[in-house]
């Protein structure tokens, strides 16, 4: 059954050079109990995707179009006060890009903890804040610690505890393991992936390291330039990945300093003065004719849906 | 990584950057003016009492007549020829007549004869002739040139008392000190002191004898002294403030810039490199800020100028000295941002030698913020230097705006409503300042978001 | 770096930059010292002359002389006079740091004593109300504005700030004063125009502390007019800036209220600053607070030394730079501490 889905979402931010489409008619879903990641190089939209669904864009950025489904209710048009009290982090929580710098720096680990259960009537006392700091295999030590004392992976890990504070139904997480060492990193993802056994949420994961979430996710979004190229089942994917994009992303090995992967020459379109076709087009090996023209749309490949007109 | 032109075309669509560009522009034109329209002795002028008797005392601006308050302007009758006559057996006499229309309601605040000849006359003759006809005659025995006769003068005086007692047939002695001028602008008749004002037209006749040939100079003149002046008004001596406001600027600006030239350059180059070598350094560094920001400007200031008498440019420089700090300040927390950029790191990795990347790489960044905060410094300078001036400590033979405040605040002006002699010199003092702060807001505000965007 | 060892450290800095702020200031009024001092010594010679004269009326003139010098030298030497610089230095140093300054020209003391000590001991604790009490509610209510300008970015609060922030920079605290004098006193009479009290003050405490307030009105309006402004445009600024980080997001995220984000997370997070651009303000702001004190003739330091230079005083001119030297380094210290306590780095660990 879906939980939460976005249908035709556009996002745009305004700029002097123009409207920058950092998402562009994007349906993507999230299923109950599911593990979802979405996939694609550095500035194909994924953060605003998501920061979008879950009404957290900071202006000029705003959602232009389509609407944005919890249980059925479209909670682009709750209002603020109503979202904030019924919504946010009871039900839809997020581990953001960067989450090391999530918490407010002069406050304690554990007294932000015990703000966010106390603001939304949840018992705050000591042994529930050593027991989620327990879920993420933290020390309840951590909870006297202010951030500035804790490692990057200490911080992350306490964040997603936060995250999980208050038990919500979906988990979004936006490259929770940038900046982290190797090691660190696959246990972030095993966490996240007991927890989500364990706690019976659903997950949605963002990230541009597709090796790292090969064995974790169900379910694939890839997307380039504001726009899924192509989403399927994680077995089909990465047994072949259909989109060319998708190919090279595979084969390519991202860089944390660099914007450019590798694998696949050229950069991305400038978002502000998108081509009409498909937006890979100067960089795909195959491009074709029709690919400069017209945009193509998502059809059925194998058991995956792909944005290309070679199929 | 935007270039210089760039942050002039980002100016040039601030709005309030123009206008205070604009502004100073003008300024700068004004003193430019200042500086040559005016003798360099000036100054000794201003704070001679002795110079500005030909102008009416306390007096406000003219343009208050404009609301409607009875307060006429002077006059000055000057550069008329010297008809000569020669009288016969030796004697010689030059006339000059003078004609005015009086309208006001009040009298002048003063009549002022200045004489200006070679040679020794005899006697100088005035005939003051009033609209209703009477004259008084007031002979002055044997003038001096580049003298200012006024009404309240002996010489002038006595006839004038004498005139008011064959009108009113009281004895001289009742006249008091000012009621001159009563005499020689109201109505005629027992009531005279009291009467209201002719209005109508004066002559004035001036004749002066002597037994040998003189040279009367057409520079001899004479003043009625109004009871308003000019667009600023005049202070207790009757030194026009719009001069005063006009002397000082020059001053004011020379000393801003000075001033925040110096501390800004010194304390952008001390708190940039303070926080590029980062360490026990930086901590000594901001220690030896510290002994200077703790150095309170105003007392130190006044303690030294009786140590060292003060020239402009060494009160700039003191005034720099103590200011430099809260610029050393800002500038270090600037460079430590930019110095967690990427780019700086780079360099290191590189193996550049850590003084050139300061030079070539870091203190290029911290340009525009120096720029930006000299600019902003300019008149905290003026603001200091002013407020010295009002405490009495200014270089000697400068005109200035805090000094002429200070006579104000003696002489208790806001407390008297002489409220233009305290509102145009301290407005000054604002409108010389706006325009840096307008400047420099615009540009810190292009400047900032660059150097501290990561 | 715990707590106690940021005091340890911090106390001994400022300690050490007591006495190098003193030395500058030292060197500065060196000639101007060293006058005073022989000036005190004739002065207290001639003293000790007409005491000697009445009291052993045997003496000669010659042996008076002698005497007399004896006792001038034995005064200066107490200074340091005839010693190496060094030695000199310390001595005068030390002199001043024990409050030894001799006793005034011209200027007396309420309690009719000469002694610069006491004169000061009499002033000082005016501008310290003054001062004190104008920098907190310009801290205060610089921060409030500043951040409700910040909350509703673009907002008329926050478009008109720079404007009053402009009026900070460009207008002298003591003209303020004047066009209060003006307006307030001379024209609307609804404040005294100066002074510290009525004259003869009211009767009883209340009535008394009443009188003190309104005297205290227009000097503390001047001053938190003009220093205000500045004060609410660094705080936007700071807190505008604290608004674009993370933190606030991730906040807004977990359901906390924009009003609890703003007044508890960043005010806290920014709080640091704000004591550091207090201190600032703290010395930015000296000036104008001892010059305010001139135009209302509030008798406070400002005044006296204002006082001193029409007499040329200067005894008390050295004495009053000294002592608002110390005033305004204890006032940064003070400052500092505030930044020790607010910031987590410090105060934990
Ligand atoms: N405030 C903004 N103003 C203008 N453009 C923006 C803004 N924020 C994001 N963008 C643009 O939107 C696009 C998508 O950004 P987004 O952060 O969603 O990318 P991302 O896929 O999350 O990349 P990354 O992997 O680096 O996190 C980018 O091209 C970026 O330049
Ligand atoms: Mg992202």
């Known amino acids: 059954m879906t939980l939460l889905e976005a249908k035709g979402l556009s996002i745009v931010f305004p700029t002097s050079r123009g409207e920058v489409k950092a998402v562009d008619q994007v349906d993507i879903s999230l299923g109950e109990r599911e593990f979802v990641g979405i996939a694609g190089e550095s500035g194909a939209g994924k953060s605003t995707l998501a920061l979008g669904m879950l009404r957290l864009l900071t202006p000029p950025g705003k959602v232009v179009a389509g609407e944005v489904l919890f249980h059925g209710t479209d909670i682009l048009k709750l209002t603020d006060e109503q979202f904030r009290k019924d919504y946010r982090w009871t039900k839809l929580a997020m581990v953001f890009q960067g989450s090391m710098n999530g918490f407010t720096p002069v406050f304690t680990i554990g007294s932000q903890l015990k703000e966010v259960l106390a603001l939304h009537g949840r018992e705050a006392s000591d042994s529930t804040i050593s027991k989620l700091l327990e879920t993420v295999d933290l020390d309840n030590s951590i909870a006297s610690r202010y951030p500035h004392e804790l490692s990057g992976g200490q911080k992350q890990r306490a964040f997603i505890a936060m995250a999980l504070s208050l038990e919500p139904e979906v988990l979004v997480t936006d490259e929770p393991t940038t900046a982290l060492d190797v090691i660190t990193q696959a246990t972030i993802i095993n966490l996240l992936k007991r927890l989500r056994k364990e706690l019976g949420i659903s997950v949605l994961l963002i990230t541009h390291d597709l090796a790292l979430i090969s064995e974790a996710v169900e379910r694939l979004?890839?997307?380039?330039?504001?726009?899924?190229?192509?989403?399927?089942?994680?077995?089909?994917?990465?047994?072949?990945?259909?989109?060319?994009?998708?190919?090279?992303?595979?084969?390519?090995?991202?860089?944390?300093?660099?914007?450019?992967?590798?694998?696949?020459?050229?950069f991305l379109p400038d978002l502000a003065n998108l081509p009409p076709g498909c937006r890979f087009t100067p960089r795909c090996p195959f491009a074709m004719e029709v690919c400069k023209r017209d945009y193509p749309p998502l059809k059925g490949v194998g058991g995956e849906r792909v944005a290309c007109w070679l199929y | 990584m935007s270039g210089k032109s760039s942050y002039l075309e980002e100016f040039s669509k601030s709005k309030a950057g123009m206008i205070g560009l604009a502004l100073l522009l003008f300024l700068l034109v004004l003193s430019v003016y200042v500086v040559l329209a005016y003798p360099s002795n000036i100054a000794s002028t201003w704070n001679n009492p002795e110079s500005w008797q030909g102008n009416p005392a306390k007096a406000p601006p003219t343009w208050v007549t404009l609301l409607g308050v009875d307060a006429p302007p002077s006059l000055e009758f000057k550069g008329g020829q010297w008809a000569n006559a020669s009288v016969g057996s030796g004697n010689y006499n030059y006339s000059q007549s003078y004609t005015f229309k009086w309208t006001s309601k009040v009298t002048p605040s003063n009549i002022v004869f200045s004489p200006r000849f070679s040679g020794t006359p005899l006697e100088a003759e005035m005939t003051w002739s009033k609209p209703d006809g009477q004259s008084i005659v007031i002979y002055i025995a044997s003038p001096?040139?580049?003298?200012?006769?006024?009404?309240?003068?002996?010489?002038?005086?006595?006839?004038?008392?004498?005139?008011?007692?064959?009108?009113?047939?009281?004895?001289?002695?009742?006249?008091?000190?000012?009621?001159?001028?009563?005499?020689?602008?109201?109505?005629?008749?027992?009531?005279?002191?009291?009467?209201?004002?002719?209005?109508?037209?004066?002559?004035?006749?001036?004749?002066?004898?002597?037994?040998?040939?003189?040279?009367?100079?057409?520079?001899?003149?004479?003043?009625?002294?109004?009871?308003?002046?000019?667009?600023?008004?005049?202070?207790?001596?009757?030194?026009?403030?719009?001069?005063?406001?006009?002397?000082?600027?020059?001053?004011?600006?020379?000393?801003?810039?000075?001033?925040?030239?110096?501390?800004?350059?010194?304390?952008?180059?001390?708190?940039?490199?303070?926080?590029?070598i980062g360490g026990r350094r930086d901590g000594f560094m901001q220690w030896f800020t510290l002994v200077f920001l703790a150095l309170p400007a105003l007392p130190f200031l006044v303690a030294i100028s009786y140590s060292f008498t003060l020239s402009l440019i060494s009160e700039a420089l003191l005034i720099a000295a103590l200011s430099w700090p809260f610029y050393a300040i800002i500038a270090r927390s600037v460079a430590l941002s930019v110095k967690s950029q990427a780019y700086v790191e780079a360099d290191r990795a590189m193996g550049i030698s850590a003084f050139r990347t300061f030079f070539t790489h870091f203190m290029p960044r911290l340009t525009p913020v120096t720029i930006a905060y000299t600019v902003l410094g300019i008149p905290a300078g003026i603001l200091l230097a002013q407020t010295l001036a009002f405490l009495g400590i200014a270089p000697p033979n400068i005109v200035t705006w805090g000094g002429i405040l200070d006579e104000a605040f003696v002489q208790e002006a806001a407390l008297f409503g002489w409220w233009w002699w305290v509102f145009f010199p301290g407005m000054m003092i604002v409108v010389v300042a706006t325009p840096f702060v307008l400047v420099g807001f615009a540009l810190d505000k292009i400047v900032s978001p660059k150097v501290s965007a990561k | 770096m715990t707590f106690r060892r940021f005091l340890v450290v911090k106390t001994i800095s400022y300690a050490v930059a007591l006495v190098a702020t003193v030395s500058i200031l030292y060197v500065g009024i060196y000639p101007s010292l060293q006058r005073v001092i022989k000036d005190q010594a004739t002065a207290e010679g001639q003293q000790f002359q007409q005491s000697l004269v009445r009291a052993h009326a045997n003496l000669t003139q010659k042996q008076i002389g002698q005497q007399v010098a004896a006792f001038k030298a034995t005064f200066l030497a107490q200074f340091g006079f005839n010693q190496p610089l060094p030695v000199k230095f310390a001595l005068q140093l030390q002199n001043l740091f024990t409050f030894h300054f001799g006793s005034s020209y011209f200027t007396l003391a309420p309690n009719g004593s000469n002694q610069v000590s006491s004169i000061i001991a009499a002033y000082l604790p005016n501008t310290i109300v003054l001062f004190t009490t104008g920098t907190i509610l310009v801290v205060l209510a610089g921060s409030i504005v500043g951040l409700l300008a910040a909350r509703s970015a673009g907002g008329k609060l926050d478009r008109s700030i720079p404007f009053i922030a402009v009026f900070h920079s460009s207008l002298p605290t003591w003209w303020v004063g004047f066009l209060f004098i003006a307006f307030f006193a001379y024209t609307l009479n609804l404040f005294p125009s100066g002074g510290i009290n009525s004259v003869p003050p009211p009767v009883g405490l209340v009535p008394r502390f009443g009188d003190f307030l309104l005297h205290l009105t227009l000097p503390l309006a001047a001053f938190f007019v003009v220093n205000v402004g500045g004060f609410a445009y660094v705080i936007r600024s700071l807190v505008f800036s604290t608004m674009g980080e993370d933190f606030v997001l991730t906040a807004k995220a977990r359901g906390i209220s924009n009003n609890r984000i703003l007044f508890r997370h960043v005010l806290r997070t920014v709080s640091p600053s704000i004591a550091t651009q207090s201190i600032l303000n703290v010395a930015s702001s000296f000036a104008g607070a001892i010059?305010?004190?001139?135009?209302?003739?509030?008798?406070?330091?400002?005044?006296?030394?204002?006082?001193?230079?029409?007499?040329?005083?200067?005894?008390?001119?050295?004495?009053?730079?000294?002592?608002?030297?110390?005033?305004?380094?204890?006032?940064?210290?003070?400052?500092?501490?505030?930044?020790?306590?607010?910031?987590?780095?410090?105060?934990?660990?």
């Open chain 3, 291 to 349: 010059t305010v004190e001139v135009v209302f003739r509030w008798p406070g330091l400002g005044l006296l030394t204002y006082d001193s230079i029409l007499s040329n005083d200067l005894p008390v001119i050295i004495a009053t730079t000294f002592i608002l030297t110390i005033v305004l380094l204890l006032g940064l210290y003070l400052g500092e501490l505030c930044y020790g306590v607010l910031d987590p780095r410090i105060r934990s660990g």
């Open chain 1, 221 to 266: 979004y890839v997307m380039y330039a504001g726009g899924v190229v192509e989403e399927g089942p994680s077995i089909d994917f990465f047994a072949k990945p259909k989109h060319p994009y998708s190919q090279g992303l595979l084969t390519s090995t991202p860089t944390l300093t660099s914007n450019e992967i590798k694998g696949i020459p050229g």
């Open chain 2, 144 to 276: 001096q040139t580049n003298s200012n006769y006024d009404a309240t003068d002996q010489d002038i005086s006595q006839w004038i008392h004498q005139f008011v007692e064959a009108q009113t047939g009281t004895l001289q002695g009742t006249v008091t000190f000012g009621e001159e001028l009563d005499a020689l602008f109201d109505a005629d008749g027992p009531n005279l002191l009291s009467n209201p004002v002719l209005q109508g037209t004066y002559h004035v006749r001036i004749d002066v004898l002597s037994r040998s040939p003189i040279a009367l100079s057409p520079s001899s003149s004479l003043t009625v002294d109004g009871r308003s002046y000019g667009i600023m008004g005049t202070d207790l001596y009757g030194r026009p403030i719009q001069l005063g406001i006009l002397l000082g600027l020059p001053y004011a600006l020379e000393l801003g810039a000075v001033t925040s030239v110096a501390a800004v350059v010194f304390g952008v180059v001390f708190g940039g490199i303070s926080g590029y």
